[in-house]
């Protein structure tokens, strides 16, 4: 089992950064992706941003260049996901995922606004 924790959302104006934080618990070392994932009101969740175990990176191609996925070095069980130049279509309830024995585990999402 895994638990995970993010942190980090908010309003923020068009243009402006944000910094989501995802602290991971439990089984973390038989985790091979962990990644981020979000979901605006009347559409799908979607990926934005995964890492993998050996520090391969996937993004979408609507935040590529404005958005990076990184670990926490000290703490390997810490990954970020640093937002820069947001946009109102960023706008969504984001979800920290974690892959462990081939089953998904989510975080409780938290919000970010990006006001035009």
């Known amino acids: 089992q895994v638990q995970l924790v993010e942190s980090g959302g908010g309003l923020v104006q068009a243009g402006g950064s944000l910094r989501l934080s995802c602290a991971a618990s439990?089984?973390?070392?038989?985790?091979?992706?962990m990644g981020w994932y979000r979901q605006a009101p009347g559409k799908e969740r979607e990926l934005v941003a995964r890492?993998?175990?050996?520090?391969?990176?996937?993004y979408a191609d609507s935040v590529k260049g404005r958005f990076t996925i990184s670990r926490d070095n000290a703490a390997k069980n810490t990954v970020y996901l640093q937002m820069n130049n947001l946009k109102p279509e960023d706008t969504a309830n984001y979800y920290c995922?974690?892959?462990?024995?081939?089953?998904?585990?989510w975080g409780q999402g938290t919000q970010v606004t990006v006001s035009s």
């Open positions: 995922s974690a892959r462990s024995t081939g089953i998904n585990y």
């Open positions: 439990g089984s973390i070392f038989s985790i091979d992706f």
């Open positions: 890492l993998g175990s050996g520090g391969s990176t996937n």
